[in-house]
């Protein structure tokens, strides 16, 4: 089992910038875990913003947020980040990550690809 515990989230202005943690216990991050971070903001559905590989070498990103956020991995730590730059109120919601084995489709985004998942934490970017 993997249980997740994410951090960060705040009240920031337009054209600021944030970084959120999830950190692993239980299971730890490695090469073999592959983590995604994903996002639900009032009255839509939860949207897929980023994954990183096990090995951290590898990304994919949501077109909304590409250019504008990282993500990446410490194994070592068993943590990672979701680095935000630049912004806009369309990025408010509720972030989470999330955790499943390694290995398969990086481009598969729905939620249903990841069996461990964080409480989440809010972020709200002021007009």
């Known amino acids: 089992q993997v249980q997740l515990v994410e951090s960060g989230g705040r009240l920031v202005q337009t054209g600021g910038s944030l970084r959120l943690s999830c950190e692993a216990s239980?299971?730890?991050?490695?090469?073999?875990?592959?983590v995604g971070w994903f996002r639900q903001a009032p009255g839509k559905e939860r949207e897929f913003v980023a994954v990183?590989?096990?090995?951290?070498?590898?990304?994919y990103y949501a077109d909304s947020v590409k250019g504008r956020f990282t993500i990446s991995k410490d194994n070592a730590k068993n943590t990672a980040y979701l680095q935000m730059n630049i912004l806009k109120p369309e990025d408010t919601g509720v972030y989470y990550c999330?955790?499943?084995?390694?290995?398969?489709?990086?481009?598969?985004?729905?939620?249903?690809?990841?069996?461990?998942w964080g409480q989440g934490t809010q972020v709200t970017v002021s007009s």
């Open positions: 999330a955790a499943d084995r390694a290995g398969g489709n990086l481009y598969r985004t729905s939620t249903s690809e990841y069996e461990f």
């Open positions: 239980g299971r730890t991050f490695s090469v073999y875990i592959k």
């Open positions: 990183i590989s096990g090995g951290g070498g590898n990304t």
